[in-house]
T-cell receptor, first 119, second 109 residues
Framework: GAGVSQSPRYKVAKRGQDVALRCDPI?????LFWYQQALGQGPEFLTY????????KSGLPSDRFFAERPEGSVSTLKIQRTQKEDSAVYLC?????????????????FGQGTRLTVV | KNEVEQSPQNLTAQEGEFITINCSYS?????LHWLQQHPGGGIVSLFM???GKKKHGRLIATINIQEKHSSLHITASHPRDSAVYIC???????????FGTGTLLAVQP
């Protein structure tokens, strides 16, 4: 597709349920980021992939959060045993990636996000 | 203290007014981004800049690397400009975005 696609757009989960959020980045984009945006707050970094390699997962809030990108394109963010504090919009962004000092390749393209509500 | 600070947090303007949103950062960066987010909508990249000034339509973004400060200007503001404007910086090995808390702009007709 022409842009970054995320699914589902909305997800309601019961506390304790596992959820999986999908991100289809722009074709050919090397870098893929997941961000979490709580209501009224700015997005917070969760994790970063360069192709299939997860190079940074320092933002994942707990070991209940797991992300993968096995073939270097589609990525899935999985949250196990959801808690109410997991309620947020989960944003995926992709970029061409960067090569040396070529800063233009860091421009990020965002999906519409998945709004997760844990009840 | 946040690594990226924006001001003001909220801004109400009358249609036609000139608007300025400010961003200061405290970390080394490779680029600074201005992003727009409409309620319930995704995030759209407006500008990415590492020096000087960029202009796109009624939007102008400037950055002063020495002072670690950037401004986003909107000329002849219009109600459709109402949105959250977010300043973010990239740097480090992964070029992840570090976001400011955003400025909620409401332009009244």
């Amino acid at each position: 597709g022409a842009g970054v696609s995320q699914s589902p757009r909305y997800k309601v989960a019961k506390r304790g349920q596992d959820v999986a959020l999908r991100c289809d980045p722009i074709s050919g984009h090397v870098s893929l980021f997941w961000y979490q945006q709580a209501l009224g707050q700015g997005p917070e970094f969760l994790t970063y992939f360069q192709n299939e390699a997860q190079l940074d997962k320092s933002g994942l809030p707990s070991d209940r959060f797991f992300a993968e990108r096995p073939e270097g394109s589609v990525s899935t963010l999985k949250i196990q045993r959801t808690q109410k504090e997991d309620s947020a919009v989960y944003l995926c962004a992709s970029s061409l990636g960067f090569w040396g000092q070529d800063q233009m390749n860091t421009e990020a393209f965002f999906g519409q996000g998945t709004r997760l509500t844990v009840v | 203290k946040n690594e990226v600070e924006q001001s003001p947090q909220n801004l109400t303007a009358q249609e036609g007014e000139f608007i300025t949103i400010n961003c200061s950062y405290s970390v080394g960066i490779s680029a600074l981004h201005w992003l727009q987010q409409h309620p319930g909508g995704g995030i759209v990249s407006l500008f990415m800049l590492s020096s000087g000034k960029k202009k796109h339509g009624r939007l102008i973004a400037t950055i002063n690397i020495q002072e670690k400060h950037s401004s986003l200007h909107i000329t002849a503001s219009h109600p459709r400009d109402s949105a959250v404007y977010i300043c973010a910086v990239t740097g480090g090995a992964t070029n992840k975005l570090i976001f400011g808390t955003g400025t909620l702009l409401a332009v009244q007709p």
